[in-house]
C-alpha cells in the first residue's frame, strides 16, 4: 500500500503564494506518477499539474502554467507544489494522487489513472 499525506493549505489573498507537500509512505519505490488535483464543492476534480518520480519530467495544466511549479525531493519521498499569483476561483481542496502505471503518459492522465489518494488540504483564496 501507498499513504500519501497533504499539508501545506489555508487562507490566502488573491495574488499570494502557497506551497503544498505531499508526503508518501509504504511501498513508493515502484511509483511512476505523483499528480495535484483540486476540487470545489459541487464541481468536477480537475488536473493540476504531474511529474515522474524517477525523472522529474512535469506537466502542467494551461490554467496554471508559469505560476505553478511541481518538484520532488526523493530522499524526503515528498512531492510539492509551489503556487503563485493565486486567484479567488482556485478555492478547492488539493489532493495529492500517485500511481505504478507508465502509461498514458503524464499529459494524458485523469483522476481515473491513479490509485492512491491523499484526505486533501484545503486552499483558500480571498479577493
Known amino acids: 500500500q501507498v499513504q500519501l499525506v497533504e499539508s501545506g493549505g489555508g487562507l490566502v489573498q488573491a495574488g499570494g503564494s502557497l506551497r503544498l507537500s505531499c508526503a508518501a509512505s509504504g511501498r513508493i519505490f515502484s511509483l511512476y506518477a505523483v499528480g495535484w488535483f483540486r476540487q470545489a464543492p459541487g464541481k468536477e476534480r480537475e488536473f493540476v499539474a504531474a511529474i515522474s518520480w524517477s525523472g522529474g519530467r512535469s506537466y502542467y495544466a494551461d490554467s496554471v502554467k508559469g505560476r505553478f511549479t511541481i518538484s520532488r525531493d526523493n530522499a524526503k519521498n515528498t512531492v510539492y507544489l509551489q503556487m503563485n499569483s493565486l486567484k479567488p476561483e482556485e478555492t478547492a481542496v488539493y489532493y495529492c494522487?500517485?500511481?505504478?502505471?507508465?502509461?498514458?503518459?503524464?499529459?494524458?492522465?485523469?483522476?481515473?489513472?491513479?490509485?492512491?489518494w491523499g484526505q486533501g488540504t484545503q486552499v483558500t483564496v480571498s479577493s
Open positions: 494522487a500517485a500511481d505504478r502505471k507508465t502509461y498514458p503518459p503524464l499529459g494524458a492522465r485523469g483522476p481515473n489513472d491513479y490509485d492512491y
